[in-house]
């Protein structure tokens, strides 16, 4: 007992080191986007005597951040509704009503998970070329959608099942289509799970980099993590712009963690139990 | 109740449709298109048939070479991936004091993009940047971190492991909270060290998790590097942090071989088929032991 005690003191110096070494990289990058660029050259370690927002504004005027934010806003905002609602509809079907070829349909959306983008890269390509659908908003949110589709199904549905059937006979009982069940009774009392599968689908999305490379090739549909790549060729002699470019681009992510940390460690647990 | 109306019984197939007409349009279809593709030519032979002719260029090409040796590489690699989140998250399930802030903190850069990470790396490990400056003050010359071919590779797989380990923590977590906790008391009350825990509650108690987290690690380190190596190494020095992800996009985007870069999306499947189907064994024999 007092073996494990004592241990416990000591592993708490490595894992203070570790959270120090994971926080730091960040710690780092605000204070070097806030120096002047004089300021990083003499000394890039020490704390910033200056607060320079310029540095801030200057990354998010110059190179068309504004106009990158406002791709990424409208396309991971579309796939993230577009997902939320196929999820929730085929989850509900396949976890709660009994129909000729649920559990096929079931494992064809399963079988999407073992096909990464990597994999299909090239021929999608070709087909969202054929379709006139490359470098448009929704030729990048069906490739979205189509990537993150299955693992939503696969929530949804084993979130739907702990819903007992009685609910739904009820519904039905007092005169419900099966939509109307759906729409009145599903959505509602799928909103925990819809929040969590909403979130990390947004974080996957805004993320995303190769996906949006391939399929907005050009430079004004640029999403902003893409955008955040050509900054460097930009400012290469400008780093504390560069970093705060870096920040503009982290800084959703990093609202989102702060007040949802729970919700998106939940979601990751999830995906990992129900396995 | 009225479920005999054509409307109704057609129902569950409306919902379900959507979703699986895109998944089968966007992601099985193109899995077929493109193994048949990569037994066709590009350039001039576009669209001939030209049987394993690519395959054989693959074999040939020394940069394929280099990433399936790295792919060797992530294999080697990854009980260290497994291992460290496996520990951490023990220890936090012992409630090290701190547990709380240390399992916020840890899980934190799994949200942030690979760009980001990339670009945050590519300061502290510029050649002047503050890594190099810390070895400094303790009397290490300076490491060329992402310069020098023979350390890039590792460095880039670190920093992965940086920004992944929190995620893998998480589910560890999770798995935690279906031991049973009576057996870890027994073992407390008989005095066992902490290593002795380990090895005989928490690893046969885990082996499910231990499973999961090792092929979700697999995975993601064959699919999600893209980012971190487009960003920080570009393949380079000397094409020496090359991964077949990476390889298929230049061949695809760069240098306009999409029948070759087919060729090399079909030998990732198999590999990521290989290790999917290792999930299902261990995954079988692990549900065995329970």
Not at chain 2, 131 to 151: E, K, T
Not at chain 2, 241 to 247: G, H, K, N, Q
Request: charged share 10%; net charge neutral.
């Amino acid at each position: 007992m007092s073996r494990i005690r004592l241990s416990r003191w000591l592993l708490a110096i490595p894992m203070s080191l570790l959270a120090l070494a994971t926080i730091y990289p960040l710690l780092f990058t605000v204070n070097v986007a806030m120096k002047t660029r004089r300021d990083y050259i003499l000394d890039r370690f020490s704390l910033t005597d200056t607060l320079r927002w310029d540095n801030i504004s200057a990354a998010w005027n110059s190179v068309g951040m504004d106009r990158y934010f406002l791709n990424s806003l409208i396309v991971v905002t579309s796939s993230v509704v577009l997902l939320l609602l196929l999820g929730s509809m085929a989850g509900f079907a396949l976890s709660q009503l009994r129909f000729r070829g649920s559990s096929a349909l079931f494992l064809g959306c399963l079988a999407g998970l073992f096909v990464p983008f990597q994999v299909i890269m090239v021929p999608l390509a070709r087909i969202m070329a054929d379709t006139a659908l490359i470098d448009t908003y929704p030729g990048l949110v069906l490739v979205f959608v189509a990537q993150f589709l299955p693992f939503t199904v696969f929530l949804m549905t084993s979130y739907y099942k702990t819903i007992p059937r009685e609910v739904i006979d009820a519904a039905r009982i007092d005169g419900n289509s099966v939509y109307g069940v759906y729409r009145r009774i599903m959505l509602p009392l799928g909103t925990p799970a819809l929040l969590s599968v909403g979130i990390l689908n947004a974080l996957f999305c805004w993320n995303d980099v190769l996906m949006s490379l391939v399929m907005m090739p050009s430079a004004d549909h640029r999403t902003l993590m893409v955008g955040v790549t050509s900054l460097r060729g930009q400012y290469s002699d400008d780093i504390p712009t560069f970093a705060s470019g870096v920040l503009i681009a982290a800084l959703p992510v990093l609202v989102v963690y702060l007040f949802l940390q729970r919700q998106i460690a939940d979601g990751v647990a999830a995906g990992s139990t129900k396995g | 109740m009225r479920g005999g109306s054509r409307a109704e019984r057609f129902a569950p197939y409306v919902l379900v449709a959507p979703a699986i007409l895109i998944i089968v349009v966007l992601r099985l279809y193109p899995l077929l298109l493109g193994v048949n593709f990569s037994f066709t030519g590009d350039g001039e032979r576009n669209g001939q048939t030209v049987g394993l002719d690519n395959y054989l260029e693959l074999i040939d090409d020394p940069l394929f070479r280099t990433a399936l040796g790295n792919v060797g590489l992530l294999v080697l690699l990854l009980p260290v991936a497994v291992a460290i989140p496996g520990l951490l998250a023990t220890f936090i399930y012992l409630k090290v004091p701190g547990h709380r802030f240390y399992r916020s903190v840890y899980f934190f850069p799994a949200v942030l993009s690979p760009v980001i990470v990339g670009a945050i790396f590519n300061l502290l490990l510029a050649f002047d940047g503050p890594v190099n400056a810390v070895f400094g003050a303790v009397g290490i010359s300076p490491v060329d971190w992402l310069g020098n071919p023979d350390v890039a590779m590792f460095v880039v797989v670190g920093v992965h492991i940086w920004a992944t380990f929190g995620m893998a923590l998480v589910v560890f977590l999770a798995g935690f909270a279906t031991l049973d906790a009576a057996l870890l008391d027994a073992a407390r009350v008989d005095g066992a060290s902490l290593p002795q825990v380990i090895r005989h509650v928490i690893v046969p108690g885990l082996s499910r998790t231990i499973a999961f987290v090792a092929v979700t690690t697999m995975v993601g380190m064959l699919t999600s590097m893209f980012g971190l190596l487009y960003v920080m190494t570009s393949g380079g020095p000397e094409g020496s942090t090359y991964l077949p992800e990476y390889y298929i996009w230049i061949q695809q985007g760069q240098m306009n071989r999409p029948a070759l870069a087919s060729a090399a999306s079909t030998v990732l499947f198999v590999i990521m088929l290989v290790v999917g189907l290792l999930q299902v064994k261990l995954l079988r024999r692990a549900g065995g032991e329970d």
